[in-house]
């Protein structure tokens, strides 16, 4: 098991009282089986007190959450294993809730997911993680493998190393990791780095004294809370999860990109419903137009992302990009129609005097730009000539013992109904 005791104390965040987060999901379970799970999770949220503008705060309430089980299933179960759709309703209704707190609870939730697929690591009740993964130019982080006789605090030494990358091998980090969210507020992390010129991914604690977080650049308004920091490190100890490339080639890390579809719809979904709740059948035309366009946007990106959950579910280590790619832009486009029409329909006035709502529509366009626009729309274009290449297969599936093609598209047809 990796070393995930967590150094840090202290919840000033206030959950509600007496809340039996169990109890609540087993209730809801017998009327509602698929969304059982979600909405105890809500309501816990629904009746959780915090400071949504302060980092502090909203790490306690990702403490929360997780001192209560909510990072994991049945609140938020494992992509790919026949229950993904749940998983995103989950990350929903986070987003709904705060988009700042589910930026840290999907880092935090995406970290448990990679580790159980990149060798089934454990990790400690209470451990808070992030994923680190951004890699600008100017920013870049370098592993170096500790030697064979040497103990480092915190992480057993391992005597006759071998020269090859083995999973669970200590390495120093040394260089600036850029985009940190939530650094001062997680015990952990996983972060990428460069060992022998090839990517890697490793697992950190960021209680080590070789740790340093600079957070004078982050001048964001739009998530501000989130407190997006670079993280130095100085000869700091580290453990490699997984070989050379196993983070980006794994099945799972589509599956996680589609999942911050997930959040963006949840925060779109709670901007439109803003306005459903403002509006009556009597109301003027003009208005119940802008509700009828959010409700073709919403219920056509919920349709895609059920579908991406089937699909993932269907076929959990085939190269999921092609319909995460399709997922995010889709939802993308729906965030964007649904902020657009809530605005004009309601004017300035919640924007300036309702809190959650101007919070939302100022967090969610910065959100949306972990969406790499119109290079996102070459890529799918690019998967879409390469399937019509081949046939219109994309993957190849493996069931049980036997092995099958599976297409995802009929032939040269792929959009037939």
């Known amino acids: 098991m990796l070393d995930t005791r967590d150094r840090a104390a202290g919840v000033s965040a206030r959950p509600p009282q007496r809340f039996d987060m169990a109890h609540r999901a087993r209730e809801t379970t017998r009327a509602q089986p698929m969304a059982a799970p979600a909405a105890a999770l809500e309501d816990f949220l629904r009746n959780t007190r915090f400071d949504p503008h302060n980092s502090a705060s909203l790490g306690d309430v990702l403490r929360t959450l997780v001192d209560y089980g909510c990072d994991r299933a049945p609140f938020v179960p494992l992509p790919g294993h026949g229950q993904t759709v749940a998983r995103w309703r989950a990350l ?50 370098a592993a170096m493998r500790v030697d064979a006789v040497e103990r480092i605090d915190g992480l057993a030494g391992q005597a006759g190393l071998a020269e090859r990358i083995a999973q669970d091998t200590p390495v120093y980090l040394t260089g600036t990791k850029a985009w940190c969210s939530g650094a001062a507020v997680v015990s952990h992390a996983l972060v990428t780095a460069w060992l022998d010129d090839e990517p890697v991914l490793v697992a950190v604690a960021m209680h080590h004294p070789t740790i340093a977080i600079d957070s004078s650049k982050w001048q964001a308004i739009g998530m501000q809370a989130t407190a997006s920091a670079d993280v130095h490190f100085a000869r700091t100890p580290a453990t490699l999860i997984g070989a ?174």
Not at 94 to 109: P, R
Not at 111 to 138: D, F, K, T, Y
Not at 255 to 260: E, N, R, S, V, Y
Not at 398 to 406: F, L, M, N, P, T
Request: proline share 5%; net charge neutral; glycine share 10%.
């Open 244 to 417: 050379a490339h196993a983070y980006v080639r794994r099945p799972g890390f589509w599956q996680g990109g589609a999942g911050i579809a997930a959040c963006w719809y949840g925060a779109a979904a709670q901007i439109g419903q803003r306005l459903r709740e403002s509006s009556s059948p009597k109301a003027d035309a003009h208005r119940l137009a802008h509700l009828g366009a959010i409700d073709v946007a919403l219920a056509s990106a919920a349709a895609v992302l059920r579908e991406t959950a089937a699909w993932i579910d269907a076929n959990p280590r085939a190269d999921a990009q092609r319909v995460a790619l399709r997922a995010r832009l889709v939802v993308e486009a729906a965030a964007t129609e649904v902020m657009h029409h809530a605005t004009r329909a309601l004017g300035a006035g919640p924007l300036c005097r309702d809190a959650r709502f101007a919070r939302a529509l100022a967090d969610l366009p910065v959100f949306l730009r972990q969406s790499h626009a119109e290079r996102d729309l070459a890529a799918l274009g690019a998967l879409m000539t390469a399937a019509q290449g081949n046939g219109g297969i994309d993957a190849r599936v493996e069931s049980g013992a036997d092995a099958h093609v599976e297409p995802q598209d009929p032939g040269t047809a792929p959009w037939t109904l």
């Open 92 to 141: 929903a209704a986070v987003a709904a809730c705060d988009l700042g707190l589910v930026k840290l609870f999907e880092g935090h939730t995406d970290a448990l997911a990679i580790l159980a697929e990149l060798g089934g690591h454990g990790v400690a009740p209470g451990s808070r993680w992030a994923v680190w993964a951004a890699e600008p130019p100017e920013a870049r982080v």
